[in-house]
T-cell receptor, first 112, second 115 residues
């Protein structure tokens, strides 16, 4: 059963506008969340993370929001750039144990 | 920066062959992982290892085995390759801490085709 879900397989956004990628999870034991970015034929690279003690974390153009009561997180990219076109995976981890659970990914296309 | 190196970027094998995928990391990480990525299914964990000679099954271990004889190296073995094992295979490592806030570092992946 998929514990981390990304319900939008793809998203297209105009350059300069905001991209919002969403992720939902079911396990209330998750307390650390990450976003990874993946280009074709490359491994995923870490983008940004958030701990469950926060509701927002910002790094340059990237902001992650966490709504624990709704078990929902989102990644905002502002402004979007063509180089942001990639597949974005969200991942979650419980405080104990070593396993990360990944969503199915959202393919973002930023149109110049 | 952490470097996770997978020995092959592309691999073509025949059904029934025994296949070895090798992964080496250079940051003395305790934990190592093997995932496969398939369209629409995301990243699914095959096996992971939290120390030398230790291994744990992930979500989809059937048809795979692993070997961790040295801390820096984690091998994925397809005992008898089948066409449904055609996939992108990703190795990852992370530091052990019990706490969740140690991110995974991934290799570039091996695209395996089984004919």
């Amino acid at each position: 059963d998929q514990q981390v879900k990304q319900n939008s397989p793809s998203l297209s956004v105009q350059e300069g506008r905001i991209s919002i990628l969403n992720c939902d999870y079911t396990n209330s034991m998750f307390d650390y969340f990450l976003w990874y970015k993946k280009y074709p034929a490359e491994g995923p690279t870490f983008l940004i993370s958030i701990s469950s003690i926060k509701d927002k974390n910002e790094d340059g153009r990237f902001t992650v929001f966490l709504n624990k009561s709704a078990k929902h997180l989102s990644l905002h990219i502002v402004p979007s750039q063509p180089g942001d076109s990639a597949v974005y995976f969200c991942a979650a981890s419980p405080n104990t144990g070593n396993q990360f659970y990944f969503g199915t990914g959202t393919s973002l296309t930023v149109i110049p | 920066d952490v470097k996770v190196t997978q020995s092959s970027r592309y691999l073509v094998k025949r059904t029934g062959e025994k296949v070895f995928l090798e992964c080496v990391q250079d940051m003395d990480h305790e934990n190592m992982f093997w995932y496969r990525q398939d369209p629409g299914l995301g990243l699914r964990l095959i096996y992971f290892s939290y120390d030398v000679k230790m291994k744990e099954k992930g979500d989809i271990p059937e048809g795979y085995s692993v070997s961790r004889e040295k801390k820096e190296r984690f091998s994925l073995i397809l005992e008898s390759a089948s066409t449904n094992q055609t996939s992108m295979y990703l190795c990852a490592s992370r530091r052990n801490g019990g706490a969740a806030n140690e991110k995974l570092f991934f290799g570039s992946g091996t695209q395996l085709s089984v004919l």
